[in-house]
């Protein structure tokens, strides 16, 4: 795992462990509350997607720094 990591940049690796940290919590927050199984798991994906969609954007903001540069 840490020679995967190797090439990705920080922000992106600490953008991903927040994600870790903060849905785990999430899950267990709801799946504590008695939630319905398949409305946790919808809302945990939900916020996943948004970091996803974070990593992307910045991703391609840097892609496009390189190009024009």
């Not at 919808?42 to 996943?48: F, Y």
Request: aromatic content about 8%.
């Amino acid at each position: 795992m840490r020679r995967r990591q190797e090439s990705i940049s920080e922000e992106t690796k600490e953008i991903a462990w927040k994600a870790q940290y903060r849905l785990h919590k999430r899950y267990m927050k709801l799946d504590a509350a008695g939630k319905d199984q398949r409305k946790v798991v919808t809302a945990v994906a939900r916020e996943l997607l948004g970091f996803i969609w974070a990593i992307g954007t910045r991703a391609e903001t840097i892609s496009r720094q390189q190009v024009a540069a």
